[in-house]
């Protein structure tokens, strides 16, 4: 399935609003975090979130597409390995890089997917981009399948079929992603997830008790309690000064509350002297 097959099998039993905050791939497995209604509103912030992975890089074979699904696309001999040079060339893309995309992939060239110009045996011009790569972990070694197993936390926007072809090239050889399974999404991980079979035996009617919170994912932003009256002019689009509400704050994103409810998300500025906090998506 793809991610928008999902979001649409959600759709249909919710009956809501529906949308995903990040493409996982049709050959992947894992988390693939979904906003209902409101939180429809708020799925950049999981979309730029940092994503866990474990993948599989299989040495020794080249395919079309990166991944198990491609045909094959060459082949080389895979030099003797040992965990302190995999571990080597893991340190060395640890960090900032620069990554390309790869042809079948979902971005847009001239306002067409780049998986459909791939399709049609073309090969665009792609502009490499800066992505992070903030762990690169050695799981196991499988040297009679010649696989390496590794975990990786990345920012959002990397390519795992690129990393392990750029991984193969580094160890000497060739190789493409053989598995690959998200395990984690920002705040929401592998062992908070259910399955669509889970969803779909209770006839989306234990849905609702599969959803987390609104602001679930935003813990790390301040919360800003406020008053009913402060409550309501956020809720109008309107500023509220902060010194009315006797608490200290910096400037910048925060959770506003109002009677203990999570209404808005906001941004606390100074302006001629004053702090305020102004409302950037209510949620009422």
Not at 22 to 35: E, F, K, Q, S
Not at 77 to 92: C, G, I, R, T, Y
Not at 257 to 270: M, N, S
């Amino acid at each position: 399935m793809s991610s928008h097959d999902v979001v649409a099998f959600v759709r249909k039993l919710s009956r809501a609003k529906t949308g995903h905050t990040g493409t996982l791939d049709p050959a992947a497995a894992g988390v693939l975090v979904l906003a209902l209604g409101k939180g429809t509103r708020l799925a950049s912030f999981i979309t730029d979130s940092t994503k866990v992975y474990r993948s599989e890089l299989k040495l020794g074979q080249a395919t079309t597409t990166g991944d198990a699904e491609g045909d094959p696309a060459g082949s080389g001999p895979v030099p003797p390995l040992d965990s302190e040079k995999v571990q080597a060339v893991f340190k060395s893309f640890t960090g900032p890089v620069k990554q390309k995309p790869p042809m079948h992939s979902a971005l847009h060239h001239q306002g067409i997917r780049l998986y459909k110009l791939a399709r049609r045996g073309l090969d665009v011009e792609r502009p490499a981009r800066e992505i992070t790569i903030h762990e690169l972990e050695l799981v196991d070694i499988k040297k009679e399948s010649q696989t390496l197993l590794f975990d990786v936390t990345c920012s959002k926007g990397t390519y795992i079929r690129v990393l392990c072809e750029d991984l193969a090239r580094s160890l000497g050889t060739v190789g493409h992603m053989s598995f690959l399974v998200r395990r984690g999404s920002g705040p929401f991980t592998l062992e908070g997830t259910c399955t669509l079979e889970d969803l779909e035996r209770g006839g989306g009617k234990n849905l609702e008790e599969k959803l987390y919170p609104l602001d679930y994912p935003l813990q790390e932003l301040p919360a800003l309690p406020l008053t009913a009256g402060e409550g309501k002019r956020i809720s109008h689009g309107n500023p509220v000064i902060l010194t009315e509400t006797g608490g200290a704050y910096r400037e910048g994103p925060v959770r506003i509350y109002c009677q203990e409810r999570f209404i808005a998300l906001g941004r606390v500025v100074k302006e001629e002297g004053q702090l305020k906090v102004k409302p950037d998506k209510v949620l009422l």
